[in-house]
């Protein structure tokens, strides 16, 4: 079967760190392009985050620049995101998608959403 499951939200305090995982199953994440969603209660789902499938260039929304990293893993065949100095407003529920295509301003997703992984920030 082919699917991303994510994993690594939790509960934290303001301040602290969470590294999100994106585990590839039933495919290589080959050439694609991966990215990071978040879905806030009451929210639109938006790109948090997106890694080029090319050549590893990265892009992150205004709000989590210089806090959250997402790097890739071949050999594991995983997407991370790393969210260091977490504010409650990052509360929501994390998800990852492939894009049709290497770059990061493709907007075409393939497959469907998972489950995601919940981050709860407390103040």
């Known amino acids: 079967e082919v699917q991303l499951v994510e994993s690594g939200g939790g509960l934290v305090q303001a301040g602290g760190s969470l590294r999100l995982s994106c585990a590839a199953s039933g495919f290589t994440f080959d050439d694609d392009a991966i990215g990071w969603f978040r879905q806030a209660p009451g929210k639109e789902r938006d790109r948090v985050s997106c890694?080029?499938?090319?050549?590893?260039?990265?892009v992150y929304t205004d709000s989590v620049k210089g806090r959250f990293t997402i790097s890739s893993d071949s050999a594991k065949n995983t997407v991370y995101l790393q969210m260091n100095s977490l504010k409650p407003e990052d509360t929501a529920v994390y998800y990852c998608?492939?894009?049709?295509?290497?770059?990061?301003?493709?907007?075409?997703?393939?497959?469907?959403w998972g489950q995601g992984t919940q981050v709860t920030v407390s103040s």
């Open positions: 998608r492939r894009y049709f295509g290497s770059s990061c301003r493709a907007s075409l997703l393939r497959g469907s």
């Open positions: 890694i080029s499938g090319s050549d590893g260039s990265t």
